[in-house]
C-alpha cells in the first residue's frame, strides 16, 4: 500500500506538470487501436476465417469463431495499455494496475474457451456421432454446462493466483466451505447424481412420452437439478432428479407397436356355430387391416360368464401416436359391429335372470286353507 501511494503522488505532481500534447497523443494512441479493431474485425479476420474454412483441420476455424468477440476487447485493452504507457507518470509500472491488465487478459482467454464449449460446438458434433448420440438430446448440454463451468472455475482460480493470492490456502478453505456447504446442500448433491444417472442410462430423452408412478407426460428439459415435464393438461411439472432417477419410468415413446386388448360379451344363447363364425370373421378381418400389425393377432373364444360368452380380442396397431390410434381402434370396431350383424350373433347387455320355480300342489292347498281359517276367525270375532 506504501508503494501504490508513493506512486499516486508521483502520477499527481506529473499531472501538474503536462502538457495538453501529451494527452493528445495518448488520446490518439487509443483511437488508433480501435480503429485497428474495426478493421481487424471487419476485413482481416473475415479473411483469416475464409481461408481457416479451406483447411482440413476445422479445430482453428471453431477457435477463431469463439475468440471473435474476446479479440474486439483485446484491442481496446491493449490501446488503453499503450495510451497510458505513453504519458510520462508510468502508472503502468504499478503493480495494482499490471494486475488489473493481465487478469482482464486471462477473463479474455476464458471468455474465448467458454464459448468454444458451447453446447453447438463442432467438437460436440463429431463426439455425438463417434458414439453414436446424435438423436440424443442430453448428453451433450450436460457435458457443455459441465465443462464451461468448469473453465470458469478454472478462470477464475488462475486470476486469484495471478493477483498474489495462495491457491493452496484458497483451495483448503473451499473444502472446509465445501464440505459445510454439502453437508448443507445433500439434496442438491443427489440431485445432480440423479442427473448423471439419467444422461448415462439415458432411460429417456428430450420430447419423450414417460409415465412415473407420479406423473405422466412429454420430456422438456433435463438440468443438473430436475427435470421438466409437461403433462397432457399443458403445464410444466419440475421433478428433482433424484425422485425421477429412483422411480420406475415406463417410456412410452419407445414402443414400436400399440396394443389393444379386450373381452367381447355376446349372449348366452348364441349357437356355436355362430360363434365360430363370428371369432373367423373377426380374425379374417384384423388380418387384412392396413392398420392393425400382423405379428400377433389372437380371437378366441375363451369365457362363460354367468350370463354371457366371452370371446377375447387380442392385436396391436403399427401406429404409437394416440389419435392415429384411436382410429384403428374406431375403425375396427365397427368393422366387428358389422360382422356380429351379418353373422346374427347379439352383443350381450348385463342382466340377471331369476328363475322362480313352481310350487308343489299340497303345499299350494295347504296355504290356501290357512288363509281360509284365518278369514273364518276374523268373521267369528265380529
Known sequence: MDEVQAQWERIWRTLSNLHWEDFAVAL???????????????????LILAVSRKTPAETVTNLLMSFEKPLRWFWVIIGTYLALLYLPFHITTVNFVQQIYSSFIIALFGWGFFNYFSQ????????????????????????SKFIRAAIVVLTFVIILSENGVEIGAFVAGLGVAGLAISLAAQDTIS???GGVVIVTEKPFSKGDWIETPTIEGTVEDISFRSTQIR?????????????????????????????????LGIMFDTPTERVEKAVQDIEKMLRSHEGVHQ????????????SRLGIFIYYFTKTTI???????????????LNILKEDKVDVAIPSQNLIVAEPEKE?????????????RLKEGDS
Open 322 to 336: 394416440w389419435s392415429e390410434y384411436l382410429n384403428v381402434k374406431e375403425d375396427v370396431n365397427k368393422k366387428i
Open 120 to 143: 453447438h460446438s463442432t467438437m460436440f458434433t463429431k463426439l455425438a456421432k463417434k458414439t453414436n448420440l446424435e438423436e440424443d438430446s442430453m448428453l451433450i448440454p450436460f457435458l
Open 231 to 263: 403433462t397432457f393438461s399443458d403445464t410444466i411439472v419440475t421433478i428433482p432428479n433424484s425422485t425421477i432417477a429412483n422411480d420406475p419410468i415406463t417410456n412410452w415413446s419407445t414402443m414400436r407397436k400399440r396394443r389393444v386388448d379386450f373381452e
Open 28 to 46: 490518439g494512441i487509443f483511437l488508433i487501436f480501435l480503429l485497428f479493431r474495426k478493421v481487424f474485425t471487419k476485413y482481416i479476420y473475415k
Open 191 to 193: 440431485n445432480f447424481l
Open 295 to 306: 405379428d400377433v393377432i389372437m380371437v378366441n373364444f375363451t369365457e362363460f360368464r354367468e
Open 363 to 375: 303345499e299350494v292347498q295347504k296355504v290356501v286353507k290357512e288363509l281360509e281359517n284365518d278369514k
